[in-house]
């Protein structure tokens, strides 16, 4: 079996014990049409590279309607990560990002991966975070957050 195919298992048998993690990102919201702030809620859900490069995906929920969009922001990365730490930072860059009605602006925020030693541990320390890789990244990224790996930092 080869090495991505064995990460795709592992990732599957998590995501089927464990629920769901969110990470909070906190944010400002307005509406497009009339300008006015709204009570809003974003979260990180996942990681993904859409054009082959690592991005976070957020959920931004309009409190008053209960409507939810998702938006791919960029994620930067240090220039490598700290093998005996165990762990990685990162940070999702401010952004400014239109999701459904609203206009979502949202601060710098850093996050700590700390994924258990071993497969998951040597997987983001051996990717790199450009092209194809990008999305084993992700994968990878994604397993952590389910299994809670993944905070504020």
């Not at 464990?18 to 990180?44: K, M, N, Y």
């Not at 990162?90 to 990002?97: C, F, G, L």
């Amino acid at each position: 079996m080869c090495a991505h195919h064995a990460l795709l298992g592992r990732q599957e048998a998590l995501s089927r014990r464990s629920p769901t993690r969110t990470v909070a990102i906190p944010a400002r919201c307005s509406s497009v049409i009339t300008g006015l702030e709204r009570d809003c809620h974003a979260e990180l859900v996942g990681f993904a590279a859409p054009i082959g490069r690592l991005g976070a995906v957020l959920r931004i929920t309009d409190k008053a309607t209960g409507r939810a969009a998702t938006s791919v922001v960029p994620v930067e990365l240090p220039a490598r990560i700290e093998a005996a730490a165990g762990t990685a930072e990162m940070t999702i860059p401010a952004s400014d990002v239109i999701a459904r009605e609203l206009r979502v602006e949202t601060d710098g925020v850093r996050l700590t991966v700390s994924p258990p030693a071993g497969a998951l541990l040597g997987d983001l320390l051996t990717a790199d975070f450009q092209g194809a890789s990008a999305h084993r990244q992700a994968l990878v990224l994604n397993t952590a957050l389910r299994g809670g790996a993944v905070a504020t930092a």
